[in-house]
């Protein structure tokens, strides 16, 4: 396994308490393999994410458990500027907003290039020849002559390559693509996510993909984590989960999403709200909303997960139920 | 400069109940450079540049198109937040766009807003109770004072909001449930038209359903009309009777839900449905997406004649040489059926499916 991450927690300390935002998740992703990290705001997809990449502010938050394994490598262990060299060389991250991810009073062939001066020793001249055959390897309409301009200059789609770019300069191992497409319009969202397809297969990476979107989702994954409160409720390849989702949350993600190929009547929409993540319900943190929540569903500690088939597994006493339903 | 030959509208004309609002050749150019501190006018970004449509009683409109294509522009001009250019706005066959002082506050009672970002379009040092009953204190004929209080936790019971919460603030909501706080200010005039625009977008999935349900039960219980302002073409389609896809400050192709949906023949249109990732891995290999190069150009400068051309990919001479007019395309117009409706494109044509 390239990147395997195990019973990952990370905790904030606020005012009000103490949070668990991630609590005890597992995923793992394989080289030329995608999966998708999938979940709502505040179901701690992100941070997990900011651990794994080692990028979390600490404080305010603070990784209290977990082991981070990177071609067997825990590197939660390392030291900091092991870890910085692994973050820059081996792994990589993509994040939703390029506007403000890239510095503004830099070129973006400046930007792409001290990647080569500083991780590969390149001098100026070199980097920014790198810095071109990268955009256009990106395909950045006109790189040679754009390679001056600065990021505001580029439009969201644009900027979104240069990202892109940024991440894939040291043909690294894993990328990590935190809602790579959220921002953008449809048509160069279809754009985007080819691109990123397409390099993944040609660099044979791994690629996590933290998303929202069903619809993504359907269209690049290989297999898929569902987070809900923290937690992962939900493991799939892709097909058997839109076919027949073993976690009631998920089913009701899938039947609460309007349909672009027929129109419906009234949407199955999931009754409720998230939980807070200061108090967090007992028993199965989906049972206040949950259709099939029985008393062992609301007492005790949160289920576990429990193997549905191999590679399948669903944190619900009553997955049986809902597979079959 | 206005071109809008057999208006969307016309084609809707015949069914539906009375036309409540029939906006005509509007254009919003907002001009660059030029301001008080100097400087050279540099023309002028054409936001909304010729679009005209009727909305009836109790229908929905949804208006599609990716960012900067003009939609919130036009949602500006209809609630007279903006200015236009040129053109009209009629509500009631009264020209809103000439209005002002008393006439305009009667028209806007009527045509109410529900806004995008729940977090910032309420005013945190407000209470719940302050917000919904705020239309109150500008409108005073609609509820008594003494009967304010009653009304507002009346409107919360509506959108599906404890009227115990009226003396909270915004910050103690979710997202979802300040939406709902929108919608239920949005209502307390008893407006005959809503502008939604983007009312679900800024909200978790498993919330926008929640909402989405509520908009579309209000619409029939107080036989509401929508002004559906969305990028999310699934949503749209969920909740509109007719589609205007807009594209560069121009309405390019209009018709019914399923006109649009499943016989669209502008390859705009084509394109922004083929790039929707549908939910279902099982289709992943047999979609034909149609993959758009570029990005939309400026709204500053559009391309002379059609404004897609340079992303199409039937693109020809004529597109550069005469701007396609929206109305049903002459080729398309023999043809009974679906495929026969408004659409500005010199070749207009249905799409042959790959898949069924």
């Not at chain 1, 976690?247 to 027929?262: A, F, M, V």
């Not at chain 2, 709902?180 to 978790?204: F, H, K, T, Y």
């Not at chain 2, 002004?227 to 018709?255: P, Q």
């Not at chain 2, 400068?301 to 059609?306: D, N, Q, S």
């Amino acid at each position: 396994m390239l990147l395997e991450v195990r019973d990952l927690r990370v905790e904030f300390h606020t005012r009000d308490g103490v949070v668990r935002a991630v609590d005890g998740v597992s995923y793992a992703v394989d080289a030329g393999e995608t999966l998708a990290v999938l979940g709502e705001s505040g179901s701690g997809k992100s941070v997990a994410a900011q651990a794994v990449m080692g990028i979390l502010e600490c404080p305010p938050a603070r990784v209290t458990g977990g082991r981070v394994l990177f071609q067997g490598r825990d590197l939660l262990t390392l030291g900091r500027e092991e870890r910085r060299r692994v973050r820059g060389e081996r792994m990589a991250m993509i994040f939703q907003d390029a506007l403000s991810a890239l510095n503004p009073v830099l070129s973006v062939g400046y930007q792409l290039g001290e990647l080569f001066r500083v991780h590969r020793g390149m001098s100026r001249r070199e980097a920014r020849a790198k810095a071109v055959e990268l955009m256009d390897r990106v395909r950045i309409p006109a790189a040679k002559e754009r390679v001056n301009d600065y990021p505001h200059q580029f439009s969201g789609g644009m900027r979104q390559r240069i990202m892109i770019a940024m991440a894939l300069a040291l043909e690294p191992d894993v990328i990590i693509a935190d809602e790579p497409t959220t921002a953008l319009d449809v048509t160069v969202q279809a754009q985007v996510m080819d691109l990123l397809a397409e390099l993944q297969r040609d660099f044979h990476m791994g690629l996590i993909l933290i998303t929202h979107d069903l619809g993504v989702v359907a269209d690049v994954a290989d297999k898929i984590a569902v987070m809900y409160a923290g937690r992962i409720v939900e493991n799939a390849p892709v097909h058997e989960l839109y076919k027949r989702p073993a976690h009631p949350y998920t089913r009701g993600l899938l039947d609460s999403i309007p349909r672009l190929d027929h129109k419906g009547g009234e949407l199955r929409a999931i009754r409720g709200l998230p939980p807070n993540l200061l108090r967090v319900p007992a028993g199965c943190p989906f049972h206040p909303r949950c259709p099939l929540a029985r008393e062992d569903c609301r007492t005790g500690a949160h289920p576990p997960l429990f193997e549905v088939a191999s590679r399948r597994a669903s944190a619900c006493h009553h997955w049986r139920e809902t597979v079959s339903e | 400069m206005s071109e809008t030959v057999a208006g969307p509208a016309d084609a809707a004309a015949q069914q539906g109940g009375e036309a409540l609002l029939e906006v005509r050749d509007l254009i919003k150019h907002f001009p660059q450079g030029g301001g008080p501190l100097g400087g050279r006018r540099r023309g002028a970004v054409r936001a909304v540049d010729g679009v005209s449509f009727t909305l009836r009683r109790g229908e929905t409109l949804g208006v599609v198109g990716e960012s900067g294509c003009g939609k919130s522009t036009l949602a500006k001009l209809l609630m007279s937040l903006e200015r236009p250019t040129s053109g009209r706005i009629l509500y009631r066959g009264e020209d809103v766009t000439r209005l002002g002082g008393r006439a305009l506050k009667a028209v806007r009672r009527n045509i109410q807003m529900v806004f995008q970002d729940p977090y910032t379009s309420l005013n945190p040092r407000m209470t719940v109770g302050d917000i919904v009953g705020e239309p109150f204190e500008i409108h005073p004929q609609v509820a008594p004072r003494g009967d304010r209080r009653r009304r507002v936790r009346e409107l919360l019971d509506v959108v599906g909001l404890n009227p115990e919460y009226v003396n909270r603030y915004p910050h103690q909501f979710s997202g979802g449930q300040r939406q709902r706080i929108g919608i239920a200010r949005g209502l307390a005039l008893n407006p005959e038209i809503i502008i939604c625009d983007e009312p679900v977008s800024a909200l978790d999935v498993s919330i926008q359903a929640q909402v989405v349900n509520l908009l579309r039960r209000l619409q029939r219980e107080f036989g509401l009309s929508y002004l559906f302002i969305a990028h999310d073409l699934s949503v749209v389609r969920h909740i509109s009777d007719r589609i205007a896809v807009m594209y560069l400050g121009k309405f390019v192709e209009t018709g019914s839900e399923r006109e649009i949906y499943e016989h669209p023949t502008h390859p705009y249109t084509q394109a922004l449905l083929s790039a929707v990732p549908v939910p279902d891995p099982g289709l992943r290999d047999r979609r034909r997406r149609i993959i758009l190069s570029g990005d939309v150009p400026s709204p500053t400068a559009p391309p002379a004649g059609c404004r897609f051309r340079g992303r199409c990919w039937k693109a020809a001479e004529t597109c550069a040489r005469s701007e396609p007019v929206l109305g049903i395309p002459a080729r398309l117009a023999e043809l009974p059926g679906p495929g026969r409706h408004p659409s500005a494109c010199h070749f207009a044509e249905e799409r042959q499916r790959a898949a069924d």
